[in-house]
Nanobody, 112 residues
C-alpha cells in the first residue's frame, strides 16, 4: 500500500525559508518520478515541481523557479522541497505525489 507522509510546514515570514519532507513507503521509491503539488484556500490543485528517479532532472512551475529546490534521498525513501524567499502567495497545503496518490499534506503559511 502506498503511504506518503508530508511534514515540515508551518508559519514563516515573507522572505523566509522552510524545508518540506515527504516520507514514502509501499512502492519502489528509487525507481519512480515524484512531484510536489499545492492547494491554496479556494483554489484548485497546482503542480509545483518534478524530480526524476535519480534526481538528475528537475522541473518547476514558473512562479517558484529560482526559489524552490526539489531533491530526494533514495536511501531514506524521502522527498524534499526546499522553499526559499517565500511569498504570501506560496501559502498553501503542500502534497507530495506519486502517480496521483498523495498524503495528507502539510500547511505552509507565509505571513508577517
Amino acid at each position: 500500500e502506498v503511504h506518503l507522509v508530508e511534514s515540515g510546514g508551518g508559519l514563516v515570514q515573507p522572505g523566509g525559508s522552510v524545508r518540506l519532507s515527504c516520507a514514502a513507503s509501499g512502492f519502489a521509491f528509487d525507481n519512480v518520478d515524484m512531484r510536489w503539488f499545492r492547494q491554496a484556500p479556494g483554489a484548485g490543485l497546482e503542480w509545483v515541481s518534478y524530480i526524476n528517479p535519480g534526481g538528475s532532472k528537475t522541473y518547476y512551475q514558473d512562479s517558484v523557479k529560482g526559489r524552490f529546490i526539489v531533491s530526494r534521498d533514495n536511501a531514506k525513501n524521502t522527498l524534499y522541497l526546499q522553499m526559499n524567499s517565500l511569498k504570501t502567495e506560496d501559502s498553501a497545503v503542500y502534497y507530495c505525489d506519486y502517480v496521483g496518490q498523495r498524503g495528507q499534506g502539510t500547511q505552509v503559511t507565509v505571513s508577517s
